[in-house]
């Protein structure tokens, strides 16, 4: 029989975006036609966000509108926060972001609605949320409390603060904020193509945020941060070469290498091993960024892999004071913008997803009554 399956759907156009593009092979990446090397570092998260969801880079009066709309959307609805300490005792972090997120939509004015100024609304709503869940989260299972969001910070700076219950430093916040930009959004990466399947079928936008949390939530998608930072604490210092050999030799995956479409380095990889080099030189300590550089070059040379946005993530999380288990979480916040983003452009030109199967099973099966089976 012919093979008429792409696995994996590599290389099949599956929607028609605006939002993002990928050069896989020159290593390049845009958003709405801005190069990702212009926007990090420059840009803002918020500015991204509403880039984004809102079409253009926002002038001053509608940075400012819409820094208003995500601080008045920013607290979660009582089902959701009424129900935190229950789910933290019992979810791991992404288990619980797809409960709560869930759980939000119950209270969202919103929520019937798939029309376009409602799904203005929600995304704001939902890119301000994910952060003050995340940090609630982390206090309800630790024991702690969140402090106050400060209305001078930024979603980078208020993420921060909540979640290690420290005042950021200035330099810590401009870099969180350039790994959000990084991370909003990359073409039709697994969770985003979950969540426009699911807004396709016209489900709300917080249903196909659901799917899209879950999809994330793989190691081989955006649980590769974690991965990476377990990887890095349990090899010696002084032994990656051998470690990484071995691992290869056994077959494994290193995580936070290879990508299916870039065939260069991730552009997204460029800055975070800057920033990992910064942090891990003001931290004092540089063994998890000596660590990563190492590994980077191993793997380089046994299999051609050039490390992904997850790589350096990891040190750059690390040295910031992030849990290691809240690192796929941190990619949600960020990608909260990319997301949605996608839900509106499905909800504004829908057609249901509905690809075809190839049948690789059994035919021509006679029908048996139970008992002569
Ligand atoms: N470590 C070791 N080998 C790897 C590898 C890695 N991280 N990534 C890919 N390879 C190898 C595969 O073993 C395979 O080799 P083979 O042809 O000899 O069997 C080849 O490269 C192609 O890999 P494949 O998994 O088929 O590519 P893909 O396009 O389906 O998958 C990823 C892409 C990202 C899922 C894959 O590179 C991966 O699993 N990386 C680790 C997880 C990760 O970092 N995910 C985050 C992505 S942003």
Redesign the pocket.
Known sequence: MADKSTK?L?DVVAASTALSDIDGKAGRLFYRGYDIHDLAGRATFEEVAHLLQRGRLPDRAELAAYSESLAAGREPGPLAAANIAEIAGKQTPMEALRSLVSLAAADDPDKDSTAHEANLRKAARLTAQQPVLVARYHAARTGGSVPDADPELSIAGNFLLQVTGRRPEPRQVEIFDECLVLHADHTMNASTFAARVCAATLSDMHSAIVAAIGTLKG????G?NE??MKTLESIPADGVAQAVRER?AAG?????????VYKTE?PRATHLRRMSAELAEAAGDDTYYRMSKEMEEV?FEA?G?YP????YAASVYHYLGIPTDLFTPVFSISRMSGWTAHVIEQHADNRLIRPDSEYIGETDQKWKPIDER
């Open positions: 994996g590599a190691p081989l998608h955006g590769a991965q990476v290869l494994e995956k290193i995580m936070g290498f290879g990508h299916r991730d793997v299999k892999l992904n946005v997850d790589f």
